[in-house]
């Protein structure tokens, strides 16, 4: 396994996506809190904004990855992500109908 | 604000967190045992897997504990079976579906306890530099203590068709199947259980992602609860995820395997 790892290749992970979960959470945080302290029109729309954020984030952040893993020359696993991305839509459009 | 509903949230996402189970697979029981409705309570189950899933996504992140290859690989076929599981939904019974994942989940608890020792060991040479996954395969390299420990994903056929049944289950109950993915992983696939519970942590966002969009275009999300529970999952999954990371193997497995068991014992009841 040794001789393995010595010829594996780190992958540099994306810059920026862990703060960018932290400010991510801390919004989902906030406007959630808000939410559910102040309700009403503005508390709902609050809410919305939280749950929208957390819908997105991780369908962005598999794009993110295939984008940067085809750039990167790792087109197997771009095109894996790509193809999840593709099933994860399929199905919420079959669910949904 | 609801403080049953918060207090719920904090506490079985913070399980959730250490265990890589996604808080779902407790919190919807719990929240059906104080009087929301079961169809209500899956959303909610949802919105606290993804907000717990955002929120300890950063420190894992941080640690090199998220394998993004293994992760995305695996939750291609949890997200196909996801599929074939919401269109065959309605052929299998409520209790039927609850027995059959009490014991996967049973079952799970108990083989994850009764493995003793660590199987992956630190090898020499390695630094915080070796630390990530690596380009091309589904392997890599995490740091446990001192030591820096070389892992490879094995059997992945195997752990494919454990995650498409893990998909199939979750797609007929409405839960993430985080406590099949991570049992899977660690102890089919040979990976890490930290590395497994973190990249488990990642997937299940996906999954519920796709989830909550359904629900969303069904009209069945009630936002002012969504907040309450996206609140309280957020602050659950960061104590969780701050105690996992202080965690040894040994302990997260023994953990892992006391969450699965409760699991198990809740779905019967239920049942």
């Known amino acids: 396994m040794n001789d393995r790892h010595d010829a594996a290749r780190l992958d540099s992970p994306i810059a920026g996506v862990a703060p960018t979960l932290r400010i991510a959470s801390a919004l989902v945080l906030l406007t959630s809190l808000v939410g559910a302290i102040v309700g009403g029109n503005f508390g709902t729309v609050a809410a919305g904004i939280s749950v929208a954020v957390i819908v997105a984030v991780p369908l962005l952040r598999v794009a993110a990855l295939g984008v940067h893993w085809w750039s990167v020359g790792d087109r197997r696993f771009a095109i894996i992500a790509a193809a999840l991305l593709v099933v994860v839509g399929s199905g919420a459009i079959i669910a949904a109908l | ?271």
């Open chain 2, 1 to 271: 604000m609801n403080w049953t509903e918060f207090a719920l949230a904090v506490v079985t996402s913070a399980v959730g967190a250490v265990g890589g189970l996604g808080g779902a697979v407790l919190l919807v029981p719990f929240l059906v045992l104080t009087g929301t409705t079961p169809r209500a309570a899956a959303p909610l189950g949802l919105v606290s897997v993804a907000a717990g899933s955002s929120a300890a996504g950063a420190r894992q992140l941080s640690a090199g504990l998220v394998n993004h290859r293994l992760g995305i690989t695996t939750e291609l076929f949890a997200s196909g079976g996801a599929v074939a599981g919401a269109l065959a939904s309605g052929l299998a019974s409520d209790r039927a579906l609850k027995l059959v994942l009490a014991a996967v989940a049973f079952a799970a608890g108990v083989l994850s306890a009764k493995r003793k020792g660590i199987r992956n060991l630190p090898a020499e040479g390695l630094t915080s530099g070796d630390v990530g996954e690596h380009f091309g395969s589904l392997s890599g390299v995490y740091q446990l203590a001192d030591g820096f420990v070389p892992y490879r994903a094995k059997r992945l056929p195997s752990g494919a068709a454990l995650f498409g049944v893990a998909g199939i289950l979750a797609g007929l109950s409405g839960a993430s199947g985080g406590f099949v993915k991570t049992p899977a992983t660690s102890e089919v696939m040979h990976v890490p259980v930290r590395v497994a519970a973190a990249t488990t942590t990642f997937t299940i966002g996906v999954t519920s992602a796709a989830g909550l969009i359904v629900f969303a275009l069904q009209d069945r999300l009630n936002l002012l609860s969504c907040a309450t529970i996206c609140a309280g999952s957020i602050v659950g999954a960061t104590v969780g995820s701050a105690v996992q990371s202080r965690l040894g193997p040994a302990h997260v497995r023994r953990f892992l395997s006391a969450a699965l068991v409760v699991v198990a014992v809740v779905l019967v009841v239920r049942a």
